[in-house]
Nanobody, 114 residues
Framework: VQLQASGGGLVQPGGSLRLSCAASGSGFTIFVMGWYRQAPGKQRELVADITSAGKTNYVDSVKGRFTISNDNSKDTVDLQMNNLEPEDTAVYYC?????????WGQGTQVTVSS
């Protein structure tokens, strides 16, 4: 399975960005897709994920600011990030799970700075 992520970049505090990820090559139903992030010197953490049934999960620090959505027919997941803060600066990784394994995208940099 390959995960192709897009989006990311440099934005000022309070700004918005949208991350997108598309999965391809799985012969099975992907039942969870989401985004993790890793800031310099910190462990990778879950930002948000969504099941194929539409159940969402967010880390407390992004609740009310980030929204995750998916399209099961296309195996895609988007992360709309609003009111970004400098603490959101990190490399963001797309993640997907099917019945056989879990998979990671290549990572995309999000930098929030004035």
């Amino acid at each position: 399975v390959q995960l192709q992520a897009s989006g990311g970049g440099l934005v000022q505090p309070g700004g918005s960005l949208r991350l997108s990820c598309a999965a391809s090559g799985s012969g099975f139903t992907i039942f969870v897709m989401g985004w993790y992030r890793q800031a310099p010197g910190k462990q990778r953490e879950l930002v948000a994920d969504i099941t194929s049934a539409g159940k969402t999960n967010y880390v407390d620090s992004v609740k009310g600011r980030f929204t995750i959505s998916n399209d099961n027919s296309k195996d895609t997941v988007d992360l709309q990030m609003n009111n970004l803060e400098p603490e959101d600066t990190a490399v963001y990784y797309c993640h997907a799970v099917d019945p056989t394994n879990h998979y990671w995208g290549q990572g995309t940099q999000v930098t929030v700075s004035s």
